[in-house]
C-alpha cells in the first residue's frame, strides 16, 4: 500500500506532538538572517500542509509539493475558500516549477524518505535550478544515531477515540535503511473500524554524505544545527537542520 494513503485520514491527530508553530518560527528566523522575509517558497514532501499554512500566514506565497494524494486533498480541504497556496502532485525527486522561488523548506524528515543517494543528489539538484540567485534552502533530517539508538527495533502503539496505530521499528545499521510497518485501525462513520496496513522506508544519512551530495549538486553548503538551535550538530543529535545556498545563477542587472 501506498505510504500514507490510511494514515494520511488521521496523521495531524497522531502528530500533534509535533512543534510545527516553533519549526514555523526557527524557519522563519533562519530565512530572516539571510534576508528572505516574503515572496515565493516551496515546501517539499508538504504533507497535509501544516507547515506550509503556518508560512503562509507568516506572509510568503506558498506552493505545497507532495507525492501523496491523499495528503494533497486534506491541505486542500483545510485552504479551500482561502486561495493562498498552491498544491502539486509531484514527486520531489522529479518536481517541475514555472519558475523559481527565493526559498525551498523541507520538515518532518521528508528527505529520509528518499533512499538512494542518487535520487537525493536529484532532489538537491533540482532545489537548485529552481531557486533565485544565492536562494535558501533549509531542511532536516532524522539522524543515524536516532535511528539507531531510538528507534532501532521498537514497538509503539497509541489508542484514541478516533483511531489507534501500531508502529513496528526496524533498522538495519549496514544499508543505513529504516523500516517501519503500521498498522491503522480507523474508526468509521457507523462506529465501527477499518484496519490498514502500511510500510514505511526511511534512510539515515550522515551529514559529511549530506555536504557532499549537495556540493555534487551544485549548492553551497551554507551550516547544519542542532535541531532548531545554532548549536552545533552533535554526536547525539537526534534530528539535525540544514542550510543551503543555490550556487551557479548569476543576479539580473
Avoid at 56 to 73: F, P, R, T, V
Avoid at 112 to 118: I, Q
Avoid at 140 to 158: F, H, Q, S, V, W
Avoid at 196 to 221: D, N, P, W
Wanted: aromatic fraction near 12%.
Amino acid at each position: 500500500m501506498e505510504a500514507y494513503s490510511g494514515f494520511a485520514q488521521v496523521y495531524d491527530l497522531f502528530m500533534d506532538d509535533v512543534p510545527y508553530k516553533d519549526w514555523c518560527a526557527y524557519i522563519k528566523s533562519l530565512l530572516e538572517e539571510y534576508g528572505i522575509r516574503d515572496g515565493l517558497a516551496l515546501e517539499l514532501g508538504c504533507g497535509t500542509g501544516k507547515m506550509t499554512r503556518l508560512l503562509a500566514e507568516e506572509g510568503y506565497d506558498m506552493i505545497g509539493i507532495d507525492s501523496s494524494a491523499e495528503m494533497l486533498e486534506i491541505a486542500q480541504q483545510a485552504e479551500e475558500g482561502m486561495g493562498r497556496i498552491l498544491y502539486l502532485l509531484q514527486d520531489m525527486r522529479s518536481f517541475e516549477l514555472y519558475g523559481t522561488v527565493r526559498a525551498v523548506v523541507s520538515v518532518c524528515d521528508s528527505l529520509n524518505y528518499v533512499l538512494e543517494e542518487d535520487g537525493l543528489a536529484e532532489v538537491f539538484r533540482l532545489v537548485n535550478n529552481y531557486l533565485d540567485p544565492g536562494g535558501l534552502f533549509i531542511f532536516d533530517l532524522n539522524t543515524p544515531y536516532k535511528y539507531r539508538e531510538l528507534l532501532g527495533e521498537t514497538t509503539i502503539a497509541e489508542n484514541r477515540e478516533e483511531g489507534s496505530f501500531i508502529w513496528e521499528n526496524y533498522f538495519d545499521g549496514e544499508s543505513g535503511i529504516n523500516e517501519y510497518d503500521l498498522t491503522l485501525f480507523l474508526r468509521e462513520d457507523d462506529g465501527r473500524y477499518r484496519k490498514y496496513e502500511e510500510t514505511h522506508y526511511q534512510r539515515a544519512y550522515g551529514l559529511s554524505t549530506i555536504r557532499r551530495l549537495l556540493e555534487e549538486a551544485g549548492m553551497e553548503f551554507v551550516a547544519a544545527y542542532d535541531a532548531c538551535s545554532r548549536s552545533p550538530v552533535r554526536s547525539d543529535s537526534e534530528r539535525i537542520h540544514v542550510i543551503a545556498r543555490e550556487h551557479g545563477k548569476q543576479e539580473q542587472a
